[in-house]
């Protein structure tokens, strides 16, 4: 039974949690600590972290394996963004990014505009628009909602699960499908449900059957994938499935325990998840996992995009490997020409625009690709 948890609206301080990490995953760039993608959250309909739908666009199948021409935008400073989402693509295209740590920042009409502070010094690691607006933000154990007027400090709202911190946030279809993921101070995955009639949220559940979850995205039958160390969980409604990874058989117990899977996206039946290593996986349409690109890289893919055009990862720019990869199913490749940032979040627009934001030189950076 899903259990109503009570939603405050607070105005308390408290400090900032700090970035979450992994063994030998630190990133280059400024010297910020590198964890794991929040992306993920939520590229569902597109979330987290890390992460996207491509919307909109023709986009040819082959768009997934093309280059992309980078230019950097002008965001209000921050130490780093880790979050980004958006509605609509070229000159009318809106976008949301969480300003590490607390603030939430809003571009329009070619201008940025810090748009709400958390009253609670939340460190917001990420973040999930709908096509409406309607703007859900997580981080720690707080969840910030905005359904209307987002461009207006006063249109948001706190909501506190004192039980949880929170890692990912996704949505679907309306705003009956609105998730976050997180975890248990014991460290067992959750999942909880944005109830928009109430405007508040629920736990579904405080044992997802996964540690460390990281990132989630609501599927077109709104089935959810949550991205956790080890697996890829899908939640049908009812009851939490592992899914079946094809993991290599070289592989030892404690290398599929080193396997954080940080952000899971999709468009139809496939289905991308993405983590340790710069490591990608692919679902096929009947539910088969396998890896598709594994580069053996000792530094994370923290963010992801796809499209029925392909897919793109990006994420640590710690090494000499290039800070992202793009592909198309089975067929995977660098994408030599992104720019050298340590990457926490990917959106798309359309397959041919494509944002990535995170940090470099000890500054956040947001960065548009176009083809």
């Known amino acids: 039974m899903v259990r109503a948890v009570a939603v405050l609206f607070a105005s308390l301080t408290f400090g900032c949690d700090g970035l979450r990490t992994r063994p030998n995953e630190l990133d280059g760039g400024g010297g910020m600590a590198g964890g794991s993608s929040t992306a993920g959250g939520s590229t569902a309909g597109g979330s987290s972290t890390a992460g996207g739908n491509m919307a ?154 996964s540690t460390t979850n990281a990132g989630c995205w609501v599927g077109p039958d709104d089935a959810v994938y949550i991205a956790a160390q080890s697996t890829v969980v899908r939640y049908d409604g009812f009851g939490f499935t592992p899914e079946t990874i094809a993991f290599p058989a070289s592989w030892s117990v404690n290398d599929r325990a080193l396997m954080f899977v940080e952000v899971v996206a999709g468009s139809g039946s496939d289905v991308y998840a993405a983590g340790s290593g710069k490591r990608v996986m692919w679902r096929d349409a009947p539910g088969h996992w396998a890896f598709v690109f594994d580069p053996g890289s000792t530094s994370p893919f923290r963010g992801l995009a796809v499209s029925t055009a392909g897919a793109l990862a990006a994420g640590s720019n710690l090494g000499a490997d290039p800070i992202a990869a793009h592909g198309v199913q089975a067929a995977w490749a660098w994408q030599t020409t992104a720019p050298d940032l340590a990457a926490w979040s990917v959106w798309a627009a359309t397959p041919d625009e494509v944002y990535l934001a995170g940090y470099a030189s000890g500054a956040g950076a947001i960065y548009r690709g176009t083809r």
């Open 56 to 209: 909109g666009g023709s986009g040819a199948h082959d768009a997934g394996l093309r280059e992309l021409t980078w230019g950097k935008m002008s965001p209000p400073a921050a130490n780093a963004y880790q979050g980004l989402w958006g509605i609509g693509s070229g000159a009318s295209v809106i976008l949301y990014a969480n300003q590490h740590s607390s603030r939430i920042a809003r571009f329009q009409n070619g201008q940025w505009k810090t748009v709400y502070q958390d009253p609670s010094n939340t460190n917001l690691v990420s973040l999930w628009a709908s096509p409406n607006e309607e703007v859900f933000s997580v981080g720690s154990f707080h969840a910030d909602a905005c359904l209307a007027d987002c461009s207006q400090p006063a249109s948001w709202r706190q909501a506190t699960l004192p039980t949880l911190t929170l890692t990912g946030v996704c949505g679907g279809r309306s705003l009956q499908h609105v998730y976050a993921v997180g975890n248990t101070s014991l460290g067992r995955g959750a999942l909880v449900k944005f109830d928009p009639t109430n405007v508040t949220w629920a736990i579904v559940s405080s044992d997802t059957g």
